[in-house]
């Protein structure tokens, strides 16, 4: 008989608690999910986190007091490889985009079905970065909505890229998965993820998500691409 998997550990870190009840009902029926802990605010969230290191952490956006992105900040600094998703009602593309630029793993927006959260905690514990459907339009506009009055990252930073790496980052850009960007590239799927990784080592990033901010920033994968 082969031993179960250890269960996925998420703290909740929300200033509303009936909302965070719900929560860790719906995780609690779920032998895959343990709930390790809960705070009401910000700096609850920052001590629980360092000391109960989850492998995921769903964090408020907005909370009296510290906010859910200083939150995050604090969380990161101490431990960034951190796998935060941001679970909010807030449905702007700044936050969304501010969230992801600071480092969060995911951005999430309250009215999700249950099995969606499921699903995207899951992925962020496998080290993916998850996005609420609704909201990928609205990353796009707003990260070009900021390009124009944002300095350009030294060129040297794409310099660093092979020509399929940065074929890879476009793709990325444009939200496309390892599959299918192994398709479009005629490439197997194991040599797209290796690909991948150096890229977010190359560029110093640490998800998909910054992947793709940074391309979009740069105009990678739109058509406006820089030339070498």
């Known amino acids: 008989m082969e031993a179960q998997a250890e269960p996925i550990t998420v703290l909740l870190v929300d200033d509303h608690t009936l909302f965070r009840s719900g929560v860790r009902s719906l ?14 605010d910000g700096v609850d ?19 009296p007091g510290m906010t ?3 939150t995050l900040q604090l969380i ?8 935060v998703i941001m679970l909010t009602v807030s449905e702007e593309g700044e936050d969304l985009a501010t969230a992801l630029q600071a480092g969060a793993r995911g951005y999430l927006i309250k009215n999700i079905d249950a099995d969606y959260l499921v699903r995207a905690i899951e992925r962020a514990a496998a080290g993916e970065s998850v996005l609420a459907e ?5 990353l796009v506009a707003q990260l070009q909505k900021q390009r124009e009055p944002k300095p350009a990252a ?4 794409l310099d660093k890229l092979t020509p399929r790496e ?8 444009r939200g496309e998965s390892n599959k299918l960007i192994a398709r479009v590239l005629d490439l197997a799927e194991s040599t797209v993820k290796i690909h991948v990784q150096n890229i977010l080592k190359k560029l110093g990033l640490t998800s998909r998500v910054q992947a793709a901010v940074f391309a979009v920033e740069q105009g990678i994968g739109n058509g406006h ?3 070498p």
């Open 27 to 40: 995780l609690q029926r779920n032998p895959r999910f343990s709930v390790v802990g809960e705070a009401s």
């Open 45 to 63: 969230g920052v001590k629980r986190a360092m000391q109960l290191k989850p492998d995921v952490i769903l964090l408020d956006l907005h909370m």
């Open 68 to 70: 859910g992105l200083e």
């Open 76 to 83: 990161l600094q101490g431990w960034p490889e951190a796998a």
């Open 134 to 138: 609704s909201m990928a339009a609205k």
């Open 154 to 157: 030294p060129p040297s930073e």
């Open 166 to 173: 940065r074929e890879i980052l476009a793709c990325l850009a």
């Open 225 to 227: 691409e820089r030339q």
